[in-house]
């Protein structure tokens, strides 16, 4: 009987539906009783009075097995009920030497210390900080949330083992949030900060040697909590609460970097995790990881790992981050390079920039930059496996980006950008579809050529001139349509 688990207040509760459903059933049978034993006989003959005494004889039969029943499903009432009595006293035993005994290891610690060896803080009343958890382990008590003219309490510390508490939230967002408390010193998370609302929002507490720092309280007005640092070692760090303020960092072996308001940075990570976001995102993991995105327009995104990860996205002024064995390049006014391996080439923002091209093994090159006032910028093209990238649109007096070729050995050309002059579609692999031209002003651009296998891209439409269809592969595959 290993792992059976008796909740006394579930016992009982089944011990008296047991004792409603026999009340119901005996109620029922009595009301049965007069009219079942007490059959008239239909007539004054002789068959008549043989069926009736036959039915009120089954009828006294039925009563009398169901008094038995009745009987048993009483005992067995009973037996549950004491079942339940004595779960409950062996619990009440066995919880009062625990309680001794915890109450004993607390004690000289509390004495000498002000707070218990083992245990969870006591949570703040409002406005007031919320206890410190036990030395060896227990969580720290959530700070109290702020009354009249009060900010929120700050969330208890952990001790070695356990979570800090979390901040406790200013009174109707008009006082600051508590900062939450920090995690326990070998592991454990940090508390969140309080919700400030039109106040400052609480710091987030960091995590111990290993653990998540919590996240800054978030606030409508002014400024947001930081987020907790993670633990030293292992774990993410925490988001911040507003615009200004930053993300957590992460750990040094392993853990993502916190979120960073938009005009704030990114937390870092460092061997392995993701960069956060921020006005200047993070950095990736050396090792392996996502660089972080950056959300300012002349903010570069920020590389991924070494051996794996990819390049954050930059601003539109800006570079996006680059991979560099294994990964996709970011998205920018000048896209991010892809792994050097495998990845797909970042996309371009900026007029005149063009579509990184996809790494050696496998990848798809990224689009290029569309244009109001000038040229659209080429597509990137894939190296072996993988399809090119779409050329950006020109401006009213200005031709469209060509689409960039597929891989040598397999993928689509990408398709031209439109202009006054469409772009030509790419060329497709050795097996793989041509590019379609872009749709011109006045000239559509050329349907991009197929190889050995695959058809060729349509001819983009002309105001004056539609674009030549691409032709079809050698072995197998159709010309595109001219455009119209």
Do not use: C
């Not at 459903?21 to 009301?31: K, Q």
């Not at 960092?249 to 005009?263: C, E, H, I, K, S």
Request: no cysteine; net charge negative.
């Amino acid at each position: 009987m290993s792992f059976v688990i008796a909740v006394p207040a579930t016992v009982e509760a089944a011990a008296t539906d047991l004792a409603n459903l026999g009340s119901t059933i005996s109620a029922a049978n009595a009301a049965a009783a007069a009219p079942t034993t007490g059959v008239l006989a239909a007539g004054a003959d002789e068959v008549s009075a043989a069926i009736a005494g036959l039915f009120g004889s089954h009828a006294q039969s039925f009563q009398a097995l169901s008094a038995r029943a009745a009987s048993f499903h009483q005992q067995f009432v009973q037996f549950i009920s004491g079942a339940s009595a004595q779960y409950a006293s062996a619990e009440a035993a066995n919880v009062s030497p625990l309680a001794q005994a915890a109450n004993a290891v607390n004690a000289p610690a509390e004495a000498a210390f002000g707070r218990p060896l083992i245990g969870n803080g006591a949570n703040g009343g409002p406005g007031q900080a919320g206890g410190a958890g036990g030395i060896l382990y227990g969580n720290g008590g959530n700070g109290g949330a702020g009354g009249v003219g009060q900010a929120g309490g700050a969330g208890g510390a952990a001790g070695l083992f356990g979570n800090g508490g979390n901040g406790g939230a200013g009174h109707l967002g008009t006082t600051a949030g508590g900062n939450g408390g920090h995690g326990g010193a070998l592991f454990g998370n940090g508390g969140n900060g309080g919700v400030g609302g039109k106040a400052a929002g609480g710091y987030g507490g960091n995590g111990g040697l290993i653990g998540n720092g919590g996240n800054g309280g978030t606030t409508t007005t002014t400024v947001g909590g930081t987020g907790g640092t993670a633990g030293f070692l292992i774990g993410n760090g925490g988001n911040s609460g507003s615009a200004t303020q930053a993300g957590g960092n992460a750990g040094l072996l392993f853990g993502n970097g916190g979120n960073g308001g938009v005009n704030a940075y990114g937390g870092n990570a460092w061997l392995d995790g993701n960069g956060g976001s921020g006005l200047i995102g993070g950095t990736a993991g050396v090792l392996i990881g996502n660089g972080g995105s950056s959300l300012g327009a002349t903010h570069g995104g920020l590389n991924g790992g070494i051996f794996f990860g990819n390049g954050g996205n930059g601003g539109a002024s800006a570079s996006g981050g680059s991979a560099f064995f294994i990964g996709n390049g970011g998205n920018g006014g000048v896209a991010g390079f892809a792994g050097l391996l495998i990845g797909n080439g970042g996309s371009a923002l900026a007029t005149g920039q063009v579509g990184a091209n996809g790494g050696i093994l496998f990848g798809n090159g990224g689009n290029g930059a569309a244009s109001t006032t000038g040229i659209g910028a080429a597509g990137g093209s894939a190296f072996f496996f993988g399809n090119g990238g779409n050329g950006g649109h020109g401006g009213a007096t200005h031709t469209g980006g060509y689409g960039g070729n597929g891989g040598l050995l397999s993928g689509n050309g990408g398709n031209g950008g439109g202009g006054l002059t469409g772009g030509a579609g790419g060329t497709a692999g050795l097996s793989g579809n041509g590019g379609n031209g872009g749709a011109g002003t006045t000239t559509g651009g050329s349907g991009g050529n197929a190889r050995l296998v695959g058809d060729g891209g349509d001819g983009g439409h002309g105001g004056v001139t539609g674009g030549q269809g691409g032709a079809g592969g050698l072995l197998s595959g159709n010309s595109g349509t001219p455009g119209t």
